[in-house]
């Protein structure tokens, strides 16, 4: 537990701390009454009330629209599955301000809906809605789908067997061990909604507004850091008590799994209800997320394949190299940025799965989600403020990115492998330590292949939040070695059509390079139908 504890120590806590004694310290003297004063403007009020309502509905939604995948990919076998569940993870590693503008392309002024029925829903809440849910969809199939992929179905069926109803049965058995993965899918989802900033800022306008986009406009336009760093301070106390209330309700519900090998659990589509399902699901998917995808892709085509010879050319003005090159910086900053966060990760939550872990140890489990739900910006400006002096002058160095990257990725490690270390039964490797087994044999032959598909789904989910991270890597990625969010933001702010399409172009390699990167994963498997 010391090297998770002293990684967040100091790449999260003392960067956050740094940014936020930077606004409310003036001249030595700290200004606390700014905290009441910020936080008693009316415009504040409504900032903060938008930011959670819509972050719950956000929520909801999305468990709807992706709970019915989840048993889908988890309980049955069709052809294309592998190349399915990469499609629908690939809207989630996408930049949020791509997102936002694939969106704007299908509900805004000429887009797919005003030129087929005149509809418009660009700032408007639904649109920010839909935008959400096509974002974190992959997070609710992959989270929740992995555990339930290996839940037994026979327990299932001998309740059916007593009299119980198929939903009966199904809310009185299934659900309750599903408990875990779902509250930490909603979990996860709430906080990506709650820190909303590229969706929210292209397809809000002016009207709507959520903590995120308030920082940054605070700090980026309005310069004014007092301000910036008193929502911070409300945006982690909010994330704080959220994550302390959800660290206690899962760790009541938690108890050990029947876990079996999903190629024993999922089979063909039978029935009516069961093909009725699955083509809901496949119509949710080409509708909600293949259709934004497509529009990107007819974007970058606009102009033949002349975007894209384009991304060829170093303008030595925004861009010092070629566009082209942030594919290459993109991929060698995940790697690094994956291995990081898996080791963070897997250490951290094999402490906190210790039945005898201490109510400390077990706090941090709360503490790990943070940087889900504390501004990006305010990451991304701490680490430029924090770490530019000895002993830890990295201001110039290229670790930079993929530290602020792992800090992202190793909640989704800890939280897709905390569930299924906790289910493994205690007496398992307390039989296996009576005849003489190491702890470290013990882990290798018992733990490992019991937790190893959830340590390729945490280190795919890792990968895939690194490729796209934006806010906190937009300022501190060098002008030299941009990521690929980067390169497309800085594309999008510029004007022309030309620089648009170079956007859609860049947008559309970021989507093909996660979608072989998943491909890959699920090849390496030594099966075929259970996740990543």
């Known amino acids: 537990m010391l090297v998770p504890v002293a990684f967040f120590a100091v790449f999260f806590a003392w960067p956050v701390a740094a940014i936020v004694t930077r606004g409310l310290r003036v001249d030595g003297v700290w200004r606390f009454g700014r905290i009441a004063d910020v936080v008693g403007q009316s415009d504040i009020r409504h900032v903060l009330w938008f930011t959670t309502w819509q972050a719950l509905v956000s929520t909801a939604l999305t468990l709807l629209a992706a709970l019915p995948a989840a048993y889908v990919f988890a309980r049955l076998d069709f052809p294309g599955k592998q190349v399915l569940r990469a499609v629908v993870t690939v809207p989630f590693v996408l930049p949020t301000v791509v997102v936002g503008t694939a969106f704007l392309a299908l509900v805004g002024r000429g887009g797919l809906l005003d030129e087929l029925w005149g509809v418009r829903l660009d700032t408007t809440v639904w649109a920010i809605l839909l935008a959400h849910v096509f974002f974190n969809y992959a997070v ?12 037994d179905p026979r327990q299932e069926e001998a309740a059916r067997m007593l009299g119980v109803s198929p939903l009966g049965a199904w809310r009185k058995v299934t659900l309750p061990a599903l408990a875990p993965a779902v509250a ?19 397809l809000g306008g002016p009207m709507f507004s959520t903590l995120e986009v308030e920082i940054y406009r605070q700090t980026s336009e309005i310069f004014d850091l007092s301000t910036a760093a008193v929502l911070t301070l409300v945006q982690f106390a909010a994330v704080g008590a959220i994550l302390a209330v959800h660290a206690w309700t899962v760790r009541r519900r938690e108890s050990a799994l029947r876990l079996v090998d999903p190629a024993v659990t999922a089979r063909r589509p039978r029935g009516a209800g069961q093909w009725a399902l699955f083509g809901g699901v496949l119509a949710t998917i080409a509708v909600l997320l293949v259709l934004p995808l497509a529009v990107l892709v007819r974007r970058s085509l606009d102009g033949g394949f002349g975007y894209y010879r384009a991304l060829g050319d170093a303008d030595g003005g925004t861009f010092l190299v070629a566009p082209i090159e942030s594919v290459v910086n993109s991929l060698q900053y995940a790697v690094v940025a994956t291995a990081v966060a898996v080791v963070i990760g897997a250490l951290a939550a094999a402490a906190l799965a210790r039945r005898d872990a201490g109510r400390l140890v077990r706090g941090f489990d709360a503490l790990l989600m943070l940087p889900l739900g504390v501004s ?8 430029l403020i924090a770490l530019d002096r000895p002993p830890l002058d990295l201001r110039q160095s290229w670790i930079l990115v993929p530290l602020a990257q792992a800090l992202v990725g190793v909640p989704f490690v800890v939280r897709t492998m905390l569930p299924v270390l906790r289910a493994v039964d205690e007496r398992l490797r307390e039989a296996a330590a009576v005849l003489g087994a190491s702890p470290w044999r013990v882990w290798r032959e018992v733990d490992l292949p019991l937790v190893r598909r959830a340590l390729l789904i945490a280190a795919g989910f890792a990968f895939a939040v690194s490729l796209g991270e934006f806010g906190a890597t ?4 060098r002008p030299d070695n941009p990521t690929l969010p980067v ?5 999008l702010s510029r004007p022309g059509d030309l620089n648009y399409g170079q956007a859609m172009a860049l947008s559309t390699i970021l989507m093909v390079v996660c979608a072989v990167a998943l491909l890959v994963l699920e ?6 139908t259970g996740e990543f």
Do not use: K, N
């Not at 609710?140 to 839940?151: C, D, E, I």
């Not at 937009?474 to 990625?477: G, K, N, Q, Y």
């Not at 090849?523 to 075929?528: E, P």
């Open 140 to 151: 609710v199939v992959r989270t929740v789908g992995g555990l339930w992929a290996q839940l």
């Open 376 to 383: 990006a910006v305010t990451v991304g400006f701490g680490f």
């Open 487 to 491: 390169a497309v933001a800085r594309l």
């Open 184 to 202: 930490a899918a909603a979990l996860m989802v709430f906080l990506f909604t709650f820190t909303s900033f590229g969706v929210v800022q292209i």
């Open 474 to 477: 937009v300022f501190i990625a």
């Open 523 to 528: 090849r390496l498997r030594t099966d075929r």
